[in-house]
């Protein structure tokens, strides 16, 4: 099994991180390679205790989309199949799956119950090594869940394959553009990670902007000109209620971003043409002003681990990437490269920063460690900005603007070592998007 996945293993591996084999843990370190996408078959899961076959098509489907979505992973067409799984029990016919290179074959039950709850099986097979991969597991849910247990599916694969944790079963919250450039409506918008289940948060009244989840993915932060100069506010998900959270007469505030306690918030202030970074308790709204530079400070990320902040700032006379302690104190500058760097943001490993560049006329979405070594660019566009990672760190999501499109923003992502770029799906155009954490 390790042979035939050192591939893929390899890809995860591209940037030096640790992956975790299957029995024991393992290290690969590689600086470039031409990565083969591993073969898999998935066939339709098998419908149960009266389901409709449609249901269990569709949920197989959205499991194959995910893991063929990453480039990690490519799907045998049901067309080449040799066998068929009519039976969650049956034993498997390796050699059938064999026959065309299926190396790893995932085979699905699905039955709904009485009263709407669904409940969905699966089983992973090393089909060259003639065994299951771990044991089958199960998920529970609605009806109205399906396309949840199908995504919580997709990481369970993912994660015993690679030993990296998913992303699949995550929501994206974003900008929603409508409208001509020169009377564009913008509103915030949720989404499932690839799109589907879209959900209107605010109306169209005000311009927002910059939305970000909290660690947990329940609340949301983001920035409104409704009272005609930009405000930040905390809207919870669940119910849309939200509140003004930071209000100061004669000052502007945007750029928030939460602290991994959940309870901690940074952004920036405008104030008598001067831009410094602040923090504020969202319980007891007692703030802390963490820069007080005669320069532009703006557009903050916490670490992980809550002891440092990433950040932006011209104090040098051009837009560098900085870091300081959570506290305030006098900062680092990480960023040297030619360009101008900006909106930076911790990766949720801890590992890497990603940012946006913008360098001879060509705007870039790129990393670098937290020291500013090992710079790369995984973009090049007319504008490209914004990045968000995924819930595994291994994923960035961004804005991109097509010259020549009338103006309109489209979501793409991109695996960090710049392969596998993609446009994602949205209703009309969007932008700012933010990544959740993993759903319970």
Known sequence: MMKRFLTLLAALAALSLPIAAQAAPLRIEITEGVIEPLPFAAPDFVAEGGTARQLADDLAQVVADDLAGTGLFRQIPDSAFISQVSSFSSPVQFADWKAINAQALITGAVDLQA?????????????FAGQELGQGLQFAGTRDGWRRMAHKVADAVYSRITGEGGYFDSRVVYVSE?????????????????????????????????????????????????????????LDVASVRR??????????????????????????????????????????????????????????????????????????????????????????????????????????????????????????????????????????????EGPTWSPNGRVIMFTRETQGAGGQASLYSVDITGRNLKRVKTEGGASDPSWSPLQN
């Open 115 to 127: 009263g709407g709850r669904l409940v969905v099986k699966f089983r992973l097979y090393d089909v």
């Open 178 to 234: 409508t409208g001509p450039k020169n009377d564009r409506k913008k509103r915030l918008a949720i989404m499932d990670y690839d799109g589907a289940n879209v959900q209107y948060l605010t109306d169209s009244s005000s311009i927002v902007l910059a939305p970000r989840f909290s660690p947990t993915g329940d609340r949301i932060l983001y920035t409104s000109y409704e009272s005609g100069f930009p405000r930040i506010y905390l």
């Open 243 to 384: 509140r003004v959270l930071e209000d100061q007469q004669g000052t502007m505030s945007f750029a928030p971003r939460f602290a991994p306690d959940g309870q901690t918030v940074v952004y920036s202030v405008t104030r008598g043409g001067n831009t410094d970074i602040f923090r504020m308790n969202v319980g007891t709204g007692q703030t802390r002003r963490l820069t007080s530079a005669p320069s532009i400070e703006t557009a903050p990320s916490f670490s992980p681990d809550g002891s440092k902040i990433v950040f932006e700032s011209d104090r040098s006379g051009t837009q560098q990437l900085y870091i300081m302690d959570a506290n305030g104190g006098e900062p680092r500058r990480i960023s040297f490269g030619k360009g101008r760097y900006g909106t930076p943001v911790w990766s949720p490993r801890g590992d890497f920063i990603a940012f946006t560049k913008q360098s001879k006329g060509r705007f870039h979405i790129g990393v670098m460690r937290t020291d500013g070594s090992e710079e790369r660019l995984l973009t090049a566009s007319f504008l490209d």
